[in-house]
């Protein structure tokens, strides 16, 4: 029962970094290679910028380290049902809130880039 209400945990958190990789890519392949890309805005004006790779990849990094660690702490030797329900309750709450930030962050970005002229038109 513990083991399957972690594999529970694992599916949702996969889910969660697949739909941040897809809007990764999608993003990605909009935004050209040498655009510096706002990381940090104020009232819609950028505050901070950075190269594409580090803007579009390191919310999805910092989230995969977290599930990676959420994941050896769900099957932690003697955990009982109580443990595994609340780590479960933890990683069923990180893991859609992590992807709702990341699409939140990328439309806001690529918002911004279309307004200053950035962008390509999309196909």
Same mark, same amino acid.
């Given at each position: 029962?513990?083991?399957?209400?972690?594999?529970?945990?694992?599916?949702?958190?996969?889910?969660?970094?697949?739909?941040?990789?897809?809007?990764?890519?999608?993003?990605?392949? $909009?935004?050209?290679? /040498?655009?510096? +890309?706002?990381?940090?805005? &104020? =009232?819609?004006?950028?505050? %901070?910028? !950075?190269?594409?790779?580090?803007?579009?990849?390191?919310?999805?990094?910092?989230?995969?380290?977290?599930?990676?660690?959420?994941?050896?702490?769900?099957?932690?030797?003697? $955990?009982?049902?109580? /443990?595994?329900? +609340?780590?479960?309750?933890? &990683? =069923?709450?990180?893991?859609? %809130?992590? !992807?709702?930030?990341?699409?939140?962050?990328?439309?806001?970005?690529?918002?911004?880039?279309?307004?200053?002229?950035?962008?390509?038109?999309?196909?």
């Amino acid at each position: 029962m513990i083991r399957a209400i972690s594999i529970g945990g694992d599916v949702l958190w996969i889910l969660a970094l697949a739909l941040m990789a897809s809007f990764t890519l999608a993003a990605w392949k $909009r935004i050209g290679a /040498g655009v510096r +890309v706002p990381v940090l805005w &104020r =009232a819609g004006a950028p505050l %901070l910028r !950075a190269p594409r790779w580090a803007a579009l990849l390191a919310l999805p990094l910092i989230t995969f380290a977290i599930g990676a660690w959420l994941q050896v702490e769900s099957r932690e030797p003697g $955990r009982d049902l109580t /443990g595994a329900l +609340v780590v479960l309750g933890v &990683r =069923a709450t990180l893991a859609p %809130l992590f !992807a709702i930030l990341h699409l939140g962050r990328v439309q806001k970005t690529l918002a911004m880039l279309e307004v200053e002229g950035a962008l390509p038109p999309p196909r």
